[in-house]
């Protein structure tokens, strides 16, 4: 099942290559010139001019290179292709924030061959199984029309790679590198696995007694939403929906009916998304204990890393303080309450015997970039005082420079109020920011004042907001092929779209740029940035402002060190925002010679403080 991921999908039995199409070529002056079209079907001999080519280590281009990687490999004795083979039209156009889609891709540059939309049905009935889980036969005229669709697909991508402006070496070196580390893979620990699948189980089977005690329906009830906002009607309750946050909000209210009261109960025990983590794990590791495939290259506009399968950049944070005593009381007996099984989907992420995790992470590495590109000295001063162990803590210091009183006297809860400004506010937000890191804390006046005390202490980032909101529209307005410089970053309009090139040298690309007027909240007309960007998997347009255009800068450059970070470490198993995790052999680890190899600051981010902490340790943890 390719839900599983294309490592677990190409080890399975089942799995078997239908055909295969390619084009050998030269480059020459960053343009592919390919020779006559070339096939493969099932039951052909081994195609030997590939097979040569491979063998050479020819550089090999694909649509999702990954996953025809892969295929190769595991389907076929033509040959190992190795990650630095590989480059990758999908990862590009993600460089460049184009639509990822083969399809999508070809339509938005026009190409002059585009994807064969009616060879993609073809290829979905003879790939994918029916609804009994048979695959349908086919002919030859079915497998003719695979290989036509197939070579299109080539053609295609062949004119795709001649648009696309190339790789920078820093990117190719991070795709190469999240290749390797997506096929060492995450080991997992399948016994505990196994044991957190049956005691959810018999969460369920409790549930579905206790229901049926309750209203004679059963457990099937409370999880078909509309079965249970029926029966909430018929007892006198009227919710809008059952997300989780509606029913945490019902369950609140302190004259609710018993009945319903645990009805509802049971409808968020039976119903948690986090533990349907437990079921991909186990799919995804069913052929040797590993998890492969789980980040994608440059998954967001900005360049960041994003999660796939488990998803390690969004697993739970445990409330139980001794894990192992949990593990081993679960492989015991499988039974436990949800908070303990969302505590152990962390957990599961297991060193396999003689091996160990080591792990670093970056320390507030957006806020101190933030400041890098703002110019924002007292507060970057303030970290590398904090780094060098002389500096008050940073969210004091805010509050107390926001508000204007001695670092040494503020108090937890002060302290408290400065951590959200400095999460909250750093791109321009307001009170709905502040409500987003602190749900029903602060009434709106005081959230005005935080806001105001927040831009009165940190100037030079306010200004930042305002000069690349303007920086912006002046480029697009223009439209010449003059640069303009920012502090540290440059602009340019080119090719219909706006180019920030970052500290790196790195490029954010903002496609089919135009100026657009808006009305303001406070009613003004206003010019601002309007551009084409994937969402959802859909290609929209969008406005933006200088909030977050700065957001998009600052998380950009963050992605450049982590670009920077990647090649210089060996058995990298996964990167979670701004941290890597390593397997290295039980005993070897040096921890602070690990946080000193993080913590360098590439030539481009001269002046940047960066720090890192870490741990060693047999389970993964935050």
């Known amino acids: 099942d390719l839900k599983l991921g294309a490592y677990e999908y190409f080890k399975h039995p089942s799995t078997k290559l239908l055909c295969a199409c390619w084009q050998i070529?030269?480059?020459?002056?960053?343009?592919?010139?390919?020779?006559?079209?070339?096939?493969w079907k099932l039951g052909d001999v081994a195609p030997?001019?590939?097979?040569?080519?491979?063998?050479?280590?020819?550089?090999?281009?694909a649509h999702n290179a990954e996953f025809e990687r892969e295929a190769i490999n595991n389907l076929t004795d033509w040959g190992n292709i190795e990650a630095s083979q590989l480059r990758c039209t999908l990862a590009l156009a993600a460089c460049q924030s184009l639509p990822l889609s083969l399809a999508k891709l070809g339509s938005c540059l026009n190409i002059e061959r585009p994807k064969d939309a009616d060879g993609k049905k073809v290829m979905m009935r003879m790939c994918k199984p029916n609804k009994e889980g048979v695959h349908p036969d086919h002919g030859p005229e079915d497998m003719q029309t695979l290989v036509e669709y197939c070579t299109r697909d080539v053609e295609a991508e062949i004119d795709i790679g001649n648009y696309l402006h190339a790789y920078s070496p820093m990117q190719l070196n991070a795709y190469h590198e999240t290749v390797r580390i997506n096929a060492r893979g995450i080991p997992m620990d399948r016994p505990l696995i196994a044991a957190c699948l049956e005691a959810r189980e018999n969460l369920r089977l409790n549930a579905d007694k206790v229901i049926t005690d309750l209203t004679g329906e059963g457990i099937a009830m409370i999880m078909s939403p509309l079965k249970l906002l029926i029966w909430l009607t018929k007892q006198g309750v009227d919710i809008k929906n059952t997300q989780k946050a509606t029913i945490n909000t019902l369950l609140a209210t302190k004259d609710l009916d018993p009945t319903v009261r645990l009805v509802l109960e049971q409808r968020l025990i039976v119903s948690s998304a986090s533990l349907k983590k437990f079921d991909v794990m186990d799919g995804t590791s069913a052929t040797d204990g590993r998890v492969r495939g789980t980040i994608q290259f440059h998954a967001a506009f900005t360049g960041r890393w994003g999660g796939r399968l488990i998803q390690p950049q969004n697993l739970p944070r445990p409330v139980i303080k001794d894990l192992e005593k949990e593990r081993e009381d679960i492989l015991v007996q499988p039974v436990a309450d949800v908070?303990?099984?969302?505590?152990?989907?962390?957990?599961?992420?297991?060193?396999?015997?003689?091996?160990?995790?080591?792990?670093?992470d970056w320390a507030n590495i957006e806020g101190r970039m933030l400041a890098y590109l703002a110019g924002e000295e007292w507060k970057i001063e303030a970290f590398r005082d904090f780094d060098n162990g002389?500096?008050?803590?940073?969210?004091?210091?805010?509050?107390?420079k926001a508000f204007k009183i001695d670092p040494n006297d503020v108090t937890d809860d002060q302290r408290a109020i400065g951590k959200v400004q400095e999460l909250a506010l750093g791109y321009g937000g307001g009170s709905g920011a502040i409500e987003v890191f602190a749900p029903d804390k602060f009434d709106e006046s005081e959230k005005q004042?935080?806001?105001?005390?927040y831009r009165n202490a940190n100037?030079?980032?306010?200004?930042?907001?305002?000069?690349?909101?303007?920086?912006?529209?002046?480029t697009v307005k223009l439209k010449s092929n003059k640069v303009f410089t920012l502090g540290k970053l440059k602009f340019k309009y080119a090719l219909d779209s706006l180019y920030i090139m970052l500290p790196s040298g790195r490029c954010l690309r903002y496609p089919i740029a135009k100026v657009v007027p808006v009305m303001t909240p406070w009613g003004a007309e206003k010019d601002v940035l309007s551009y084409m960007k994937n969402e959802k998997g859909q290609w929209l347009r969008t406005e933006t402002f200088?909030?977050?255009?700065?957001?998009?800068v600052t998380q950009a450059a963050c992605a450049c060190l982590m670009m920077e970070a990647l090649p210089r470490f060996d058995n990298i198993i996964m990167t979670v925002h701004d941290e890597i995790v390593c397997e290295i052999d039980e005993g070897t680890g040096d921890l602070p010679s690990f946080e000193k190899e993080f913590s360098i600051v590439p030539e481009w981010a001269e002046g940047l403080p960066i720090s890192a902490s870490g741990w060693i340790g047999k389970c993964y943890r935050k």
């Open 390 to 400: 002389e500096g008050h803590d940073l969210y004091k210091l805010a509050y107390a």
């Open 25 to 39: 070529g030269e480059e020459v002056g960053g343009k592919f010139t390919p020779e006559l079209i070339e096939s």
């Open 449 to 453: 004042n935080m806001k105001k005390m």
């Open 459 to 474: 100037k030079r980032i306010e200004k930042f907001w305002h000069d690349l909101e303007y920086t912006a529209v002046k």
């Open 339 to 360: 908070d303990t099984l969302k505590s152990l989907i962390r957990h599961s992420i297991r060193a396999p015997e003689g091996k160990e995790f080591i792990c670093a």
């Open 546 to 552: 200088g909030g977050k255009i700065s957001e998009n």
């Open 48 to 61: 030997q001019n590939l097979v040569n080519e491979l063998e050479r280590g020819v550089i090999v281009w």
